[in-house]
């Protein structure tokens, strides 16, 4: 889907409220892609985000889910909005075994008030991708 | 709802797994209680676990309501056993403010294969909980 | 959890609106008990609200389950509102065999604008009620 | 994506055991089409499938949506399996206005115990399809 954002300056605005993020910057996210109505977050593994098999940890394969759907939803927001994720679901369909995880957030229904996105994450050891999980969340504006 | 371990050694074994996990060591989450059917985990605020507003971010939000979700059903599994998530969804209620969280999991509907289970988590700055979260979880036993 | 309904005619609202829903009527649903945050909905089983397996359907243990959940939200909601799904997820504990359903709708979080909401539904065949589903929803406001 | 079936005579098991839903019968909905790992449901509008609006009923469109992604699952499992719904979650995106529904199903991963399958909705009024809803499912195999 194509959609036209109603700020110009939307980019700038998503790698703002990025940067602010402490725990992106804990886990060492980084913004890889900024579109309007999609976002890809990307992750080098780390030994310490793992869970007890050495696979990045579920909490951390969704925070960079979240975080791709909600910037995916905040880039179609006016200038001035703040986004906050409602609620999410998210599948994990396999163990998240790679060297670096990219989570693929896409608007599917943006909104004045409430924007429908997904993520998709996939794991890199090579360059062919494993999907390792699926989110679907619910965004809220918040003006500033 | 009362619960009988079919493991006498569950606590142990929840605890042996949890400190394998890299990710809660790295954000400071720490077990607080272990019986049938139910695990809490607790977890101090930190500026570094933080969203743009300096509130605990969803994303840890969410990882202790997982384990705490996780470790209740794997508290009711036969020796050997290990726990994956199979899916998830929370809704953040509240902003998470607060110098302490503890997240409440809790299980619904043991079984054989597919375990489900909740977590509610409680933001704490004085002695009143406030209850930002709610998570609804799908687990499934690992054979060891 | 006590709440306070905004609008002491909420009792009368929710009759209306659930009198108006066609599907309500066609599976024979009934409102059994509305309190301000509390809607319990009840359900005799009939043949045609099968699944493959002569059990009740789960999109019926659904669609109990999200009425009763919603005309909960809807029973704390000022006068002239209307409530919609956003959305939900639900869980399908044990299959649905009885003679007799009861979704129970409780409010979780109420808003100005969004209310989390929980339903669990309960078969009976004696008086010894069998928890079959839960649901957890995210329901927004409508001014009328 | 393309998916094998296991069982070649995939498309004869989904529709008799569509064929037994008291439920899809009730309502009118119709197996439009059945290819592995994809199964779409087709329901006309009718006045008393409505909410109090006139629009399809919430629950309708579920009942479709799960079964498109049941049905899904259903067509890549080995001879011998049926198919039962552990959980899903749906976004109701609009208002489900239309003539007719159609629930596309999808497989996102299938599995030897849990598939992850979802399904969006469109309503039809004229040609051009409406997106009115996403759901997002995890199937289990039921061995006959």
Do not use: C, W
Not at 59 to 71: E, F, H, L, N, R
Not at 94 to 106: I, M, T
Not at 124 to 139: G, I, K, S
């Amino acid at each position: 889907m194509h959609f036209t954002p109603s700020n110009p300056e939307f980019a700038d605005v998503v790698r703002a409220s990025f940067a602010t993020q402490g725990l992106m910057q804990l886990i060492g996210a980084t913004l890889e892609r900024v579109e309007p109505g999609e976002v890809d977050i990307a992750l080098p593994y780390r030994d310490d985000l793992t869970q007890q098999h050495a696979f990045l940890h579920g909490a951390v394969t969704t925070a960079i889910a979240d975080s791709a759907a909600g910037y995916a939803a905040l880039s179609l927001m006016p200038a001035g909005s703040e986004v906050l994720s409602v609620e999410f679901k998210i599948n994990l369909l396999r163990p998240a075994a790679g060297l670096r995880f990219v989570a693929q957030g896409r608007v599917i229904k943006p909104g004045k008030t409430i924007t429908v996105s997904r993520a998709d994450v996939f794991a890199y050891t090579d360059e062919n991708p494993v999907h390792v999980a699926t989110l679907l969340a619910t965004m809220i504006v918040q003006k500033g």
